[in-house]
């Protein structure tokens, strides 16, 4: 089909539109079918081919643009779908790296790690090796020392068979001169005899020289093997010093694994046992493995606060307290359990009873006598053998905390039903001290027994007297206050709160007057309007304590 042809079939339906497409159609060269121009007669193909067509027709745009018009949706269609189809593909390909490098990093990770374990495998084969190896060359210097044993002896041997010889040939020579002086036909004997003496001479002075010569080789041979048996200690020592080396190393880097873990006591044996081999070597330690050792011990000593661990609680452990004497401890865990312990770590009694978590624990100041404080809204007495004394109930709430007072007959315990209660030893309630508007978190005893402080989440600590009257209540605190505690002499108090702060109460009275006047003591001096009886308010009292 000729271009003309294929031109015409291509033609859309506004052939009206066109000028040119006119005038093929009134010059009968082309036929409307089906909407499209098509060429009459085949000849005409022949006659208006490319080159006509090009001298003859301009090149319309619109023409072209008409043609492809039908197609435009397909074209535009099939462009959006390879963007969407090139955009996912990359966004795939994105992110299937992204997996890669993630996994890459997590496998190098696993290979450093496994490298430096098979590191110290391959060390500590070595050392093996030249151990086995030393060992041979110790046997084999045992093997040098034996033959040389045996030329020594070999030598000794015909050393005294030449001596022997030496010594019978003397005595033929005077032998011989005897028999000369006898009889004058000797003397051809005694020339023959002498001539024999002679070559038996020569001969054990051969014996001699060749003996002499064994026995230097013997020497060589001794002196080779003494060598060789150095060595082979020198290559043991080597080995032994690699094996011990590649020992510290494993040692050390197992302490600095213990220690990035938190295991405390695990890290500290490990550097323990580096540090030691490290001092028995001494010298015989490369410089590198000994600092390595070295620092990472002062890691692990200055790292760790654990000196023991007490375990067989089997869920939180909530409180704790030393007996009197610093020989037993108690804990409280919400296993419903209380444990006694001594200083080595060793369980010594479980004190079981409580049907919910227990709280708190406390020694009596003789330390017969253990209290302690649960969610069952209840505290019970102990001795120390585990049995139960007694069991105090009143409470209508948790019971937080409990204390006993200086001489041991009162106990105080903290509850969520608002209120602190006092007990003696024998279960009896007391007094109910009433006050707070929260849970009361924490009790304590001054140290003179006459104060009670307790500590709320109504944000205040009370404090009260043995008779519960209520004598003071601090406020400071934006937040609960879960904990409060007295200094040994009295004097101040200290209490902590869910608002990040510890406060210290100031109750020492001569502190307090000296840092009242040291505030205002230069006002009732110099203002006019202070009454004289008032001037005179600080006079007595001491320089401010530092």
Not at 86 to 112: M, P, S
Not at 291 to 299: E, S, Y
Request: a positive charge.
């Amino acid at each position: 089909m000729t271009f003309l042809q294929r031109f015409a079939i291509c033609m859309w339906l506004v052939p009206r539109k066109s000028i040119i497409k006119s005038h093929l159609k009134l010059s009968g060269v082309v036929r409307r079918e089906d909407n499209v121009l098509r060429l009459r007669n085949r000849i005409y193909g022949q006659v208006f081919d490319r080159r006509w067509i090009n001298e003859n027709l301009p090149f319309s745009l619109r023409d072209r643009w008409e043609q492809l018009k039908p197609a435009l949706p397909y074209i535009v269609g099939s462009l959006v779908i390879s963007l969407a189809a090139i955009f996912g593909t990359l966004y795939v390909d994105k992110q299937r790296i992204t997996a890669q490098n993630a996994l890459e990093d997590a496998k190098n990770q696993k290979n450093i790690a496994e490298d430096q374990r098979n590191q110290a495998k391959i060390q500590a084969k070595n050392a093996l090796k030249q151990q086995q190896k030393a060992e041979e060359q110790t046997k084999e210097v045992e093997k040098q020392k034996h033959l040389a044993n045996e030329e020594r002896k070999r030598a000794q041997i015909g050393e005294k068979q030449a001596t022997s010889a030496q010594k019978t040939a003397e005595q033929r020579g005077v032998d011989l001169a005897v028999a000369l002086q006898k009889t004058k036909l000797a003397k051809q004997a005694e020339a023959t005899q002498r001539q024999v003496a002679e070559d038996r001479t020569t001969q054990a002075q051969i014996a001699q020289k060749l003996a002499q010569k064994q026995e230097s080789e013997a020497k060589k041979q001794q002196i080779f093997a003494q060598k060789q048996e150095r060595a082979a200690n020198t290559a043991k020592a080597d080995a032994q010093k690699g094996q011990a080396n590649a020992e510290i190393l494993a040692e050390t880097l197992n302490a600095e694994n213990r220690l990035s873990s938190n295991l405390d006591i695990e890290a500290l044996v490990a550097g323990l046992k580096a540090g030691k081999q490290v001092k028995k070597l001494n010298k015989d330690v490369e410089t590198d493995n000994r600092i390595r050792a070295v620092t990472t011990l002062q890691q692990v000593v200055y790292g760790v606060r654990e000196r023991n661990r007490l375990e067989g609680h089997s869920s939180y452990v909530l409180s704790v307290a030393f007996s009197p004497d610093g020989k037993t401890i108690a804990s409280a865990s919400s296993d419903k359990t209380v444990k006694l312990w001594n200083t080595q770590g060793k369980e010594l009694q479980t004190l079981t009873g409580h049907s919910s978590y227990v709280l708190s624990v406390a020694f009596s100041p003789d330390g017969k006598t253990i209290a302690s404080a649960s969610s069952d809204k209840t505290v019970k007495l102990w001795n120390t053998q585990g049995k139960e004394l007694q069991t105090l109930t009143g409470h209508s709430g948790t019971v937080r905390s409990v204390a006993f007072s200086p001489d041991g007959k009162t106990i105080a315990t903290a509850s969520d039903d608002n209120t602190v209660k006092l007990w003696n030893t024998q279960g009896k309630e007391l007094q109910t001290l009433t006050g707070h508007s929260g849970y009361v978190y924490s009790v304590a005893f001054s140290p003179d027994g006459k104060t009670i402080a307790s500590a709320s989440s109504d944000k205040t600590v009370k404090l009260w007297n043995t008779q519960g009257k209520e004598l003071q209540t601090l406020t400071g605190h934006s937040g609960y206050v879960y904990s409060v505690a007295f200094s040994p002499d009295g004097k101040m108090m200290i209490s902590t709160s869910s608002d990040r702060t510890a406060k210290l109460w100031n109750f020492d009275l001569d502190d307090l007057l000296v840092q009242a006047c040291t505030w205002i003591g230069d006002y009732l001096k110099n203002n006019h309007y202070v009454s004289k009886e008032d001037k005179g308010l600080c006079d007595g009292v001491g320089a401010i304590k530092n």
